[in-house]
């Protein structure tokens, strides 16, 4: 069992800056590929990027790619989300996953484990 807990949403610019962090505990956290997702309402929760165990590969959605960072830290069981210059398309309650897998998962059945959410809210 994993408890993932996501925390840093809020209210931002367009073109400003978040940082959302993921901090989780329970089982061995370097075992799981890590990714976050997020959702709009009455839309589907999308993948937005993903990291591997190792923290050595990384993958992003096509949507977030050049703006957006993650990153983990094994020893403090946290992962990162760095999102800049940020849209009002970005707007969404952003969800922290955790998959008990070492290939990089898009799709969102793959993940074992979910967060509460984190609300992030661009204005224009």
């Known amino acids: 069992q994993v408890q993932l807990v996501e925390s840093g949403g809020g209210l931002v610019q367009a073109g400003g800056s978040l940082r959302l962090s993921c901090a989780a505990s329970?089982?061995?956290?370097?075992?799981?590929?890590m990714g976050w997702f997020r959702q709009c309402p009455g839309k589907e929760r999308e993948f937005v990027a993903a990291?591997?165990?190792?923290?050595?590969?990384?993958y992003y959605a096509d949507s977030v790619k050049g703006r957006f960072t993650i990153s983990r830290d094994n020893a403090k069981n946290t992962v990162d989300l760095q999102m800049n210059n940020l849209k009002p398309e970005d707007t969404a309650v952003y969800y922290c996953?955790?998959?008990?897998?070492?290939?990089?998962?898009?799709?969102?059945?793959?993940?074992?484990?979910w967060g509460q959410g984190t609300q992030v809210t661009v204005s224009s």
């Open positions: 996953a955790a998959d008990f897998d070492s290939v990089i998962a898009t799709r969102q059945y793959r993940y074992d484990y």
């Open positions: 329970g089982r061995t956290f370097s075992s799981y590929t």
């Open positions: 990291i591997s165990r190792s923290g050595r590969t990384t």
